[in-house]
């Protein structure tokens, strides 16, 4: 139990272009899914916090005008990458927290998604 | 603000050697502490997480204490196996904030020999 699946896995795409990430939570409803960043040989930077139904809160420093998030269901969340240059070029993971229940409060995470924009 | 920091990596170890990551916290609260385990090509899994001072998580023969006195969180396994290859975070998430976000230490990677 508790997976999260993300997609795509990989995507490649030009400078300029929108990229959307999906994050879903398989088989449990998630009150609050987590967006971060991870650099090579770095730790996860925590983008910003959805909660179904209600805008996303940012981390400071991160542009919300770039990074659009939208989570539409208690399972699904999605990251969509405006207009994506080369140094957005990361690798992606979301996370989900569980309602209330034994594993409440506990993160999933996703497999994360290796963007490369060209 | 809080945060986490972790022994730099990589460590090297061979087959059954005991290993020891470092890990200690600042926090304005009172945190629960966690550590995942990322295995190469997969996302980050919860290894073992502890809740309040002196409590001990432990899982597949990893043990970490919280030990409020010295803010700190050590991850500890007495024989390493090449399967234990992987990149490990040491996090915290402050009770005190409602969103239970995680604040993640810079990640320490392990290699295991045979």
């Known amino acids: 139990g508790a997976v999260v699946s993300q997609h795509p896995s990989r995507v490649i795409c030009k400078s300029g272009t929108s990229v959307k990430i999906e994050c879903r939570s398989l088989d449990f409803q998630a009150t609050t899914m987590f967006w971060y960043r991870q650099f090579p040989k770095k730790s996860l930077m925590l983008m910003a916090t959805s909660n179904e139904g209600s805008k996303a809160t940012y981390e400071q420093g991160v542009e919300k005008d770039k990074f659009l998030i939208n989570h539409a269901s208690l399972t699904l969340s999605t990251l969509t990458v405006t207009s994506a240059h080369p140094e957005d070029s990361s690798f992606y993971i979301c996370?989900?927290?569980?309602?209330?229940?034994?594993?409440?409060?506990?993160?999933?995470f996703g497999p994360g998604t290796r963007l490369t924009v060209l | 603000g809080d945060s986490v920091t972790q022994m730099e990596g990589p460590v090297t170890l061979s087959e059954e050697a005991f290993l020891t990551i470092n890990c200690t916290y600042t926090?304005?609260?009172?945190?629960?502490l966690f550590w995942y385990v990322q295995y190469p090509g997969e996302g980050l899994q919860l290894l073992l997480k502890a809740t309040k001072a002196d409590d001990k998580g432990s899982n597949k023969g990893f043990e970490a204490t919280y030990r409020k006195e010295t803010t700190s969180f050590h991850l500890e396994k007495g024989s390493v196996q090449v399967s234990d290859s992987a990149v490990y975070f040491c996090a915290l998430s402050d009770r005190e904030d409602s969103s239970y976000k995680l604040i993640f230490g810079s990640g320490t990677r392990l290699l295991v020999r045979p």
């Open positions: 996370s989900a927290r569980v309602l209330p229940g034994p594993a409440y409060n506990e993160q999933f």
């Open positions: 926090a304005t609260g009172y945190p629960s």
